[in-house]
């Protein structure tokens, strides 16, 4: 049983990865529907958070069907971070997590994300100051390094550890990498094979089929895996993942009725929660992993990426459902 402080997640959890416009309540609502066991929010700006400002206390709404989840912050200031990190516990979530990851330029060359990790002292002074403040396990999610030549993770591993974080996620790649190349899993082995190291390691990079999350499973010996943009559109990864390391067996892929109706349901709760412009706008992304595979559907994916209003795109949507459906061409 892989426990986070008391929050127990089962024998090997699947974790969805906080994902900037992404990992929010709506679609966070379709992963662990279909079989996420811990999930995070979009990562919050602690500076945002103590400025109140709207966009980042939004990022607090949390809502119990979704707990276990933790709430993630980031920010390069130890006093910022400590307050927002106060602030995210009042929020009631289940852990506190920081973000020590985040390649984009604006976040990491400010010394935020994936920029402390040119700075270990201050990350592990960060986490300290963080981890006394709450009450909530703290943990962490981070990359290999800054670039090839800065990769220290079993030395980050043991700092982090050292001050009290109860679980750390690592994608294995490095800032200098951004979403390119392969993720290197053997670096996130060493860190879950070291005797010292005794909370529970998540991988995270490159997962997108049952049959590669069973490998790597048992290839590199991770606790559980975080999975990221595999999920995008296509939330059925997680139950799929799961049937497959249980049984050995693929489960079939959702049929197209399937694929429209948590479609329209996340579309309906991405309304509701942000409004219909950024409701509609925000779901965009997720469409084409939502209809992966439909031939000649390139028409009716620039109908849901341009239309403006709730009803137009339920009525693609429909009309989706039911031109497709009688197609025996269908190769979802």
């Known amino acids: 049983m892989v426990k986070i402080g008391n929050i127990e997640l089962g024998d090997f959890p699947l974790l969805l990865a906080p994902m900037e416009d992404v990992s929010d309540p709506p679609f966070r609502a379709v992963c662990k529907e279909k079989g996420a066991d811990l ?14 400002a709207e966009k980042s206390v939004q990022k607090l709404d949390i809502y119990d069907y979704e707990r276990p989840i933790g709430i993630q912050i980031f920010g390069d200031k130890i006093d910022s971070m400590r307050e927002a990190a106060a602030i995210a516990e009042e929020a009631n979530p289940e852990i506190i997590d920081i973000n020590y990851g985040c390649p984009v330029k604006k976040v990491a060359c400010k010394g935020a994300g994936a920029g ?3 700075d270990l002292p201050k990350m592990q002074a ?3 100051e963080i981890v006394k403040q709450v009450n909530k396990p703290v943990t962490v999610k981070t990359r290999l390094g800054w670039d090839d030549s800065t990769i220290k993770i079993q030395e980050v591993a ?13 994608h294995g790649r490095t800032r200098q990498q951004m979403y ?3 993720a290197n899993w053997e670096f996130i082995a060493r860190v879950k094979e070291d005797p010292n190291i005794h909370i529970p390691i998540f991988g995270n990079g ?12 048992e290839k590199y010996g991770v606790d559980g895996i975080m999975i990221g943009r595999a999920a995008i559109g296509y939330p ?9 390391m249980k049984t050995g067996e693929l489960l079939p892929a ?8 948590v479609a329209k349901s996340h579309l309906k709760f991405s309304v509701e929660w942000k409004g219909e412009k950024k409701g509609i706008f925000e779901m965009r992304r997720h469409y084409t992993n939502y209809f992966k595979g439909i031939v000649n559907f390139k028409p009716y994916r620039s109908r849901l990426v341009e239309s403006d209003r709730y009803e137009d795109v339920l009525a693609t949507l429909d009309e989706i459902n039911e031109v497709f459906s009688a197609q025996t061409e269908l190769s979802i």
């Open 39 to 52: 999930m995070y929010t979009e990562f919050i700006s602690s500076e945002g958070l103590i400025r109140n």
């Open 116 to 118: 402390i990790l040119l």
């Open 126 to 128: 960060m986490t300290d």
């Open 158 to 170: 043991k700092r982090l550890q050292d001050v009290g974080i109860q679980a750390l996620s690592i």
């Open 180 to 182: 390119k190349g392969e």
């Open 206 to 217: 490159d997962i997108d089929s049952p049959q590669k999350a069973k490998e790597y499973k």
């Open 236 to 244: 059925w990864i997680f139950n799929e993942i799961k049937h497959f």
């Open 254 to 261: 959702p049929d197209l009725t399937e694929r429209v109706a």
